[in-house]
């Protein structure tokens, strides 16, 4: 070793000052020398522009590298892995004053241990990684925050092709001195676009074609708003479920810092705070926030005279309950389920006691079934109708009439415990199944309930009183025929 | 009725979106628009959030529904034909500026778009089709774009829409056969897993291709993903876990999200009033998470769980089996396969990776595992080092409660 070089790493402090704050290829170039001139870790300052030196320093000021000797001629090139590279390449965008002094160490070290990376538990080489990922994710919330905003020039419109008058600009704020490492995410990303990012580190400008690299800029140079900002807050917040609020979740990857350049953070107080009340009126708005289902037919003979959970119930008629045998032994495990109580029904307080039910009364005799052996009631408990003069005429329920209703109708059926179903007609069978079915296909089969029982679906017999002729004929033998199926069914069942 | 406007078309069918868990974005074929004349956009990879919501969900992309109008009538779905709710309908090009207008903006990542069913499912997917085919084909959009596709619609639709989106999805909405049919009869399960199979076998097709050609036609890069409704009916986690093992298994899929059934408005009375605890949703994620990354099988998370078919709310799952089986552990850190360290609770598959390489070269002591871990206390029980072995803490009756994490108060408002 020369005298000189044994002077080095002997005694002399080092500064190098830098040239730009994340010139990477720099501080390759001198620590690639100051490893071959062979001086330590210890020795060396490196300063960042506009930072000041160590006290202790000898040479430094004009000029990073000029005051120290030339390697030795037969110094070999200093050893490191390309996995180092990659990391302190990252972690040289670190806004951390000491991360150039961290990276001459490791790279100190690599010399004699090459395998020093691989200890994770080594506390410069935790703190290079630690250094790695806070840029990382600096770069990542980069490219996920930097929200554009349009500027158009006063050109007129005809006078230029869109693109060429449109220019969005950008201002954001990052931790670390990424954004000249980003400029090729914008770059791929939004190619065929004129806009600038400003930052207070710096600036970048595209215009399609080639990058300009600009002096910090400040907020004020931004522009405000932008016509989309609206539409873009009107989705956040409505694709936003007030049921599932988790702040910290959100607050974990969307910190505060950041809020005041996302237009749609704005947004945030209002919405956490009334999300418990919104998710209230979704669950108010079905509805259906029933208490306890009652236990006996009269428990809920008696409530549904005070259900007003639809328009019906809301009406000037009254709710009608199913009837069936007054002894239990009496009854031959038939449910027969219609549409809705009409006009006599709701004045008479009972189910089939008008036209349809007297219709129904000699089909069921034909068929050798005991009505009073059956359990009968409705789909829908209250009547539903318009008023015309002195007359109430008849409607069909809405299929949410009918849902929200079900929820009598089986409670009806946990108490009845029928082992048949005969619904009569489209509401009545909706009501079983919750969908909409058609009869003719639905007709004359058996469909297994989820408790056993068996569903059978048929027409409504006021159905048969709006045919006449030959229409009515044919209606009326298929009802005949589908109530003949359900009382020999009935049969079989009971011996079973 | 007056005309809508687009902002009042997008709250409507944004909200309507709101549901769906899925938003990633990740790990579809790399893209981008340097040096095309008029291309937006590109994909790199790795998915990026944009923003996120206060429910904690990220927003990665657009999501939206084409139409909220639908002819199905399915329970748990505020868009259900019977539901009361406010519809609205976009046309394919609102979509598309839409999606141009935010992706320039720098908001968001690509679309997510799905739909309730108008006149005939051939005609809504062939909608939802034209949106992607205008955004590819008339904006050279190199941005990312999912197609829930609708499994009754005709094959060659679903195929066209592979060919354009990065990924497809088919729902399975509910783990049982039973409780689609009970709460989504419009839907059949063979269908929905039928549409599955003609997926799987394009993107098998589409990556053989591309190794012989190499302009062959890229098929849904970022594969097809499924969710499915949790705690709208009796299905267990036991239940839910099986159908997605089979599901992964059987169709090679992506990514199987699972969604807390939250309550909707104008709910049908077939569902449940009160939402399940979210927290077992993220329980379902982990047990995911247990099957993809760790090497678990269904079956062994299965015995994870409760006498009730459903995993513990209060600890997560590799604790759960853990703890059913002491007799595994403990492990010694240095010598232990990689395969059982991944069992150990709270070591991750990070730490794992870096203690077999830190073990080539020294021993590791129980305060360097504490260094590549989140918390030294959790995995203390499980394994020993040469200066730590648990003795007879893996027997004690009470270590579940001393695992558990402590009941806390929840703060509304943490920064």
């Not at chain 1, 400029?183 to 080639?210: C, Q, V, Y």
């Not at chain 2, 062959?216 to 986690?237: E, H, K, L, N, Y």
């Not at chain 2, 449940?272 to 678990?296: A, C, N, T, V």
Request: proline letters at 6%.
């Amino acid at each position: 070793m020369t005298a000189m070089a044994n002077d080095l790493t002997q005694g002399a402090y080092y500064s190098i000052e830098m040239p730009a704050p994340d010139d990477f290829a720099f501080w390759r170039e001198q620590a690639r020398r100051l490893v071959q001139c062979g001086v330590p870790p210890d020795k060396v300052a490196w300063v960042e522009p506009g930072g000041s030196g160590d006290l202790f320093s000898q040479s430094q000021l004009g000029g990073g590298g000029a005051n120290l000797p030339d390697p030795p001629q037969n110094a070999s090139q200093p050893r490191a892995s390309k996995r180092f590279l990659q990391l302190a390449g990252n972690a040289a965008l670190h806004s951390d004053p000491d991360r150039f002094a961290l990276l001459y160490r490791l790279l100190w070290r690599l010399q004699s241990q090459p395998r020093t990376l691989d200890d994770k538990t080594d506390a410069d080489v935790r703190k290079l990684l630690d250094l790695d990922k806070a840029v990382r994710r600096d770069s990542h919330k980069m490219h996920a925050f930097v929200r554009f905003r349009l500027i158009e020039d006063d050109m007129p419109r005809e006078a230029a092709v869109q693109d060429e008058v449109e220019h969005y600009v950008a201002w954001f704020e990052p931790d670390h001195h990424i954004l000249r490492a980003n400029a090729g995410f914008f770059m791929r990303r939004f190619a065929n676009m004129k806009w600038s990012i400003l930052t207070p580190r710096g600036t970048l400008h595209w215009d399609g074609e080639t990058m300009h690299e600009g002096p910090p800029a400040e907020r004020s140079d931004a522009p405000e708003g932008d016509p989309v900002e609206d539409l873009w807050r009107s989705y956040y917040a409505n694709i936003f479920n007030p049921a599932r609020l988790k702040v910290g979740a959100m607050m974990s990857e969307m910190p505060k810092k950041y809020w005041k350049n996302l237009p749609e953070a704005s947004l945030i107080p209002e919405l956490i705070a009334g999300a418990q009340s919104r998710e209230s009126t979704m669950v108010a708005a079905g509805a259906l926030e029933f208490e306890e289902r009652p236990q006996t037919l009269p428990a809920i003979d008696q409530a549904i005279h005070g259900c007003a959970k639809c328009p019906i119930g809301q009406l000037e008629n009254r709710a009608v309950m199913g009837e069936g045998p007054d002894q239990a032994e009496n009854f031959s495990g038939l449910m027969i389920v219609g549409e809705q109580p009409g006009d006599q029904e709701d004045l008479g307080g009972r189910p089939f006691i008008g036209p349809a039910g007297q219709l129904l009364d000699v089909h069921l005799q034909k068929a050798g079934i005991d009505r009073a052996t059956a359990y009968v009631t409705n789909a829908v408990k209250h009547f539903k109708y318009v008023q015309r003069g002195k007359r109430r005429i008849h409607q069909s329920p809405g299929a949410k009439e009918i849902d929200t209703c079900r929820w009598w109708l089986e409670a009806e059926r946990e108490v009845v415990k029928p082992k048949l179903v005969l619904a009569m007609g489209a509401s009545a069978a909706r009501s079983m199944l919750g969908r909409t079915v058609s009869i003719t296909r639905a007709r004359g089969e058996a469909v297994t309930l989820d408790d056993g029982s068996e569903l059978w679906i048929t027409a409504h017999p006021s159905y048969l009183l709006r045919l006449d002729g030959d229409a009515r004929m044919k209606q009326a033998a298929l009802f005949d025929a589908d109530l003949a199926a359900v009382a020999e069914r009935l049969r079989e069942l009971a011996n079973a | 009725m007056a005309q809508q406007t687009i902002l009042q078309k997008l709250e409507i069918l944004a909200d309507a979106a709101k549901y769906d868990a899925s938003c990633a974005s990740s790990g579809t074929a790399k893209k981008n628009s340097l040096g095309s004349s008029k291309g937006i956009g590109s994909t790199e990879g790795m998915g990026i959030c944009h923003a996120y919501a206060p429910d904690g969900r990220c927003i990665s992309l657009l999501k939206l529904l084409l139409t909220n109008h639908c002819i199905f009538d399915c329970h748990y779905c505020v868009n259900r034909k019977s539901s009361n709710t406010p519809r609205a309908r976009f046309t394919p090009q609102e979509v598309v500026d839409l999606t141009l207008n935010f992706y320039r903006r720098n908001y968001i990542e690509g679309l997510f778009l799905s739909s309730g069913i108008i006149k005939t499912s051939n005609h809504t997917m062939e909608q939802m089709v034209e949106v992607a085919r205008i955004l590819r084909e008339e904006h050279d959009f190199r941005g990312y774009i999912h197609l829930k596709t609708i499994p009754e619609a005709d094959p060659q639709l679903v195929h066209q829409a592979g060919l354009y989106a990065d990924r497809v999805s088919i729902n399975v909405e509910l783990p049982t056969d039973s409780g689609l049919t009970r709460l989504a009869p419009d839907k059949d399960a063979r269908q929905i897993e039928g549409a599955m199979k003609g997926v799987k076998s394009s993107i098998v097709e589409a990556t053989d291709a591309r190794k012989r050609f190499k302009h062959a036609p890229r098929f849904a890069p970022a594969g097809q993903s499924t969710q499915m409704i949790v705690g709208a009916d009796a299905a267990t986690d036991a239940d839910i876990v099986g159908k997605a093992s089979r599901l992964y298994d059987g169709y090679s899929l992506r990514r199987v999200y699972y969604s807390a059934f939250s309550p909707i408005p104008d709910a049908s009375a077939v569902l449940p009033l009160k939402r399940p605890p979210l927290i077992r949703e993220h329980r379902l994620y982990q047990s995911d998470w247990l099957m993809r990354f760790y090497g678990y099988k269904a079956g062994e998370v299965m015995q994870a769980t409760g006498a009730d078919g459903n995993l513990p709310l209060d600890i997560d799952p590799k604790l759960a089996w853990a703890l059913k089986f002491r007799g595994e552990f403990p492990l010694d850190v240095n010598r232990a396969p990689k395969d059982r360290l991944l069992r150990v609770p709270g070591l991750g598959v990070k730490a794992v990776n870096q203690i077999l390489v830190a073990r080539r070269y020294k021993t590791l002591r129980l305060e360097d595992v504490g260094k590549l871990t989140v918390s030294i206390a959790k995995v203390r029980p499980f394994i020993c080092t040469p200066d730590w072995r648990p003795t007879q803490l893996t027997d004690r009756a009470d270590l579940r409660a001393l695992l558990a994490p402590k009941e806390e108060q929840l703060e509304l408002f943490a920064a």
